[in-house]
């Protein structure tokens, strides 16, 4: 599937603060991460990515249950485990949103975070984004949507408290249910219109 992506660093002369990130956030209209005092750009996604991550929005608001609230790529987060800064495609939030004390746009207590893969973000995404927003004690699913196959993946944290090691798989004809919702999600629901059954692009 062909698709357009960006990346880049905001050079600074020093290591970057949590502050300068802030005020490159508010001075700039992309949207970046702060990475180990490194400020990173977003990638730009792909006509499906965003239509993918616009369809789990719809959902979420759809059957969010009462006190929960879903959120688009904007919503920012806290990584406190790594110090990190870090956006996803999609979430949900029970409650109020907590934000820590030098962030207050920022949030700490997703229940449920939602990425679409990317070529450009695929390993980060399944990787050591996932461990951060899985060291985060509010997260129960973490989601991970294909751009380019019509499949979801959902890593759960068993009732102990631990994540499982491998994330459970939803392909065509299925549904996965996720906290925070009133109802379960078909997988047909995430991808109709935007990818045939082979997976290729119905938008191009």
């Given at each position: 599937?062909?698709?357009?992506?960006?990346?880049?660093?905001?050079?600074?002369?020093?290591?970057?603060?949590?502050?300068?990130?802030?005020?490159?956030?508010?001075?700039?209209?992309?949207?970046?991460?702060?990475?180990?005092?490194?400020?990173?750009?977003?990638?730009?996604?792909?006509?499906?990515?965003?239509?993918?991550?616009?369809?789990?929005?719809?959902l979420f608001m759809m059957r969010v249950r009462?006190?929960?609230?879903?959120?688009?790529?904007?919503?920012?987060?806290?990584?406190?485990?790594?110090?990190?800064?870090?956006?996803?495609?999609?979430?949900?939030?029970?409650?109020?949103?907590?934000?820590?004390?030098?962030?207050?746009?920022?949030?700490?207590?997703?229940?449920?975070?939602?990425?679409v893969l990317s070529p450009t973000s695929e390993?980060?995404?399944?990787?050591?984004?996932?461990?951060?927003?899985?060291?985060?004690?509010?997260?129960?699913?973490?989601?991970?949507?294909?751009?380019?196959?019509?499949?979801?993946?959902?890593?759960?944290?068993?009732?102990?408290?631990?994540?499982?090691?491998?994330?459970?798989?939803?392909?065509?004809?299925?549904?996965?249910?996720?906290?925070?919702?009133?109802?379960?999600?078909?997988?047909?629901?995430?991808?109709?219109?935007?990818?045939?059954?082979?997976?290729?692009?119905?938008?191009?």
């Amino acid at each position: 599937m062909v698709g357009w992506s960006w990346k880049a660093i905001l050079s600074l002369s020093h290591g970057a603060t949590y502050a300068d990130y802030l005020a490159a956030e508010q001075s700039s209209e992309r949207r970046h991460e702060f990475i180990d005092g490194v400020i990173v750009a977003m990638a730009g996604g792909s006509y499906e990515h965003n239509a993918i991550a616009a369809h789990f929005t719809g959902l979420f608001m759809m059957r969010v249950r009462s006190g929960c609230h879903g959120y688009n790529s904007d919503q920012r987060f806290w990584i406190e485990a790594t110090a990190r800064g870090r956006y996803s495609d999609g979430s949900i939030i029970c409650g109020k949103p907590a934000h820590p004390a030098h962030d207050k746009q920022a949030t700490t207590n997703p229940l449920v975070v939602v990425e679409v893969l990317s070529p450009t973000s695929e390993g980060d995404d399944d990787g050591n984004k996932r461990r951060d927003f899985q060291s985060l004690a509010s997260l129960q699913a973490y989601v991970i949507a294909a751009q380019d196959a019509r499949c979801v993946k959902v890593y759960r944290r068993t009732e102990r408290g631990q994540w499982r090691g491998e994330p459970d798989v939803y392909r065509d004809g299925a549904s996965f249910e996720l906290p925070g919702l009133t109802h379960a999600i078909a997988v047909h629901e995430v991808y109709d219109g935007l990818l045939d059954t082979a997976g290729q692009s119905l938008l191009r």
